[in-house]
C-alpha cells in the first residue's frame, strides 16, 4: 500500500511502519471482492494498511483490481479457495511473502444457497457449510500461530443477522452464521493472552448483489421490517470491521456486533 505523499512514516519492528500515527498492519479480507468485502478492502486500505484478497476468478478479480487501482488502492490477491483447507494454507503463505504477516484476518466470504429446509439437497447444505463456517477453520489455522507468536491479532467473523434470528428459507446459512459466533468466543477466549481479539459482526439485509438476489416482493417485504426504512449499506460494515480491528480497540473480544437497521434487537 503507498504510503500518503504528505505522510510522516516511521518503520518499526517487524517491518512495520506507522504513517501519521497509525500502524501499518497486513490485513486479510477473505472475499474481498464482494459488496461488503469490497468497502472492507477499500476502508483498510484507506487507513493506510496492506490489504490482500483471495479470489477463485482470475478475469472478474483483474477487472475489480482494476477498478480499485483506479481508486489508487493497491490490492495484494492470491488465488485460493477458502472452502479447501489446502488452498488455504497456500494462500496465506503467497500473502505473507508479498506482504508480509497477517496480522488483521476478516473472515468475510460466504454464499447463499436459499431453500426450504424440507427441499434443500445436501450439495446446498455443505456448499454453505463449507464456504460459510469451515472457511473459518481453514483460513484462520493458517494465520493463528503467527498472531500468537507475535502476540498480536485481530480477527473479525462476517456473520449476519440471519444468524441471530433464523430465517426462512436460510436452515445451512444461518446454522453456518450461528455457528461463526460460536468460533469466535472460544477463540476469543483461546486467544486473549496472546493480544489477539476476535469479534463478530452481524450485518443485516445490506444492499449487495446478494441480498438484491432474493426475489423482489419478498425482499419488500424484509424491508417493511427494517425501522431505519432502508437497506443498509456496505460502508456501514466496512465502518464496524474498521472500529474492531484499530489499535485502540484492544479491550473489545468475544463481542458480536449488530449492524442491521434495528430489524433485530435481540441481546
Ligand atoms: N414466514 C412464513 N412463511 C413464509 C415466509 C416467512 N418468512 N417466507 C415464505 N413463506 C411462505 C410463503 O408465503 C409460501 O406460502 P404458501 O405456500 O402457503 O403460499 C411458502 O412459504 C413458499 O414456500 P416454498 O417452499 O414454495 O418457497 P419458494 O421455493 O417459493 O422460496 C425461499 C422460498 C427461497 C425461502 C424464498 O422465499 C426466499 O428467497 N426468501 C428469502 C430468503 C432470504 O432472506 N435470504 C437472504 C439472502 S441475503 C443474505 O443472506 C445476507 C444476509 O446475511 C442478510
Not at 488452498?87 to 488483521?104: F, L, N, T, Y
Not at 446446498?124 to 503467527?146: H, K
Request: aromatic share 6%; glycine share 12%.
Amino acid at each position: 500500500m503507498q504510503a500518503r505523499d504528505n505522510g510522516n512514516i516511521r518503520v518499526l519492528d517487524l517491518g512495520k511502519q506507522e504513517i501519521d500515527g497509525m500502524t501499518q498492519r497486513t490485513a486479510l479480507v477473505t472475499g474481498g471482492t464482494g459488496g461488503i468485502g469490497s468497502a472492507i478492502v477499500r476502508h483498510l486500505a484507506k487507513q493506510g494498511h496492506k490489504v490482500a484478497t483471495n479470489y477463485r476468478d482470475e478475469a472478474k478479480t483483474a477487472a475489480w483490481r482494476e477498478a480499485m487501482a483506479q481508486e489508487g488502492i493497491e490490492v495484494c490477491t492470491v488465488r485460493g479457495d477458502v472452502s479447501d483447507p489446502e488452498s488455504c494454507a497456500a494462500m496465506v503463505r503467497a500473502i505473507e511473502e508479498k506482504c508480509g504477516p497477517v496480522d488483521i484476518l476478516v473472515n468475510n466470504a460466504g454464499i447463499t444457497r436459499d431453500t426450504t429446509f424440507h427441499k434443500m439437497n445436501y450439495q446446498q447444505w455443505t456448499d454453505v457449510i463449507n464456504t460459510n463456517l469451515n472457511s473459518c477453520f481453514n483460513v484462520t489455522r493458517a494465520v493463528i500461530e503467527g498472531m500468537r507468536a507475535r502476540k498480536w491479532g485481530r480477527i473479525v467473523q462476517i456473520s449476519s443477522i440471519n444468524g441471530q434470528k433464523g430465517q426462512y428459507g436460510q436452515a445451512n446459512y444461518a446454522a453456518a452464521k450461528a455457528g461463526m459466533h460460536g468460533f469466535t468466543i472460544s477463540l476469543a477466549q483461546e486467544n486473549a493472552k496472546f493480544g489477539i481479539t476476535v469479534n463478530t459482526v452481524s450485518p443485516g439485509y445490506v444492499a449487495t448483489d446478494m441480498v438484491m438476489a432474493v426475489p423482489a416482493e419478498v425482499r419488500a417485504k424484509i424491508e417493511a421490517q427494517i425501522p431505519l426504512g432502508r437497506l443498509g449499506r456496505p460502508e456501514e460494515i466496512a465502518h464496524a470491521v474498521a472500529f474492531l480491528t484499530g489499535e485502540e480497540t484492544g479491550w473489545m473480544t468475544g463481542a458480536n456486533l449488530a449492524i442491521n437497521g434495528g430489524q433485530y434487537m435481540g441481546w
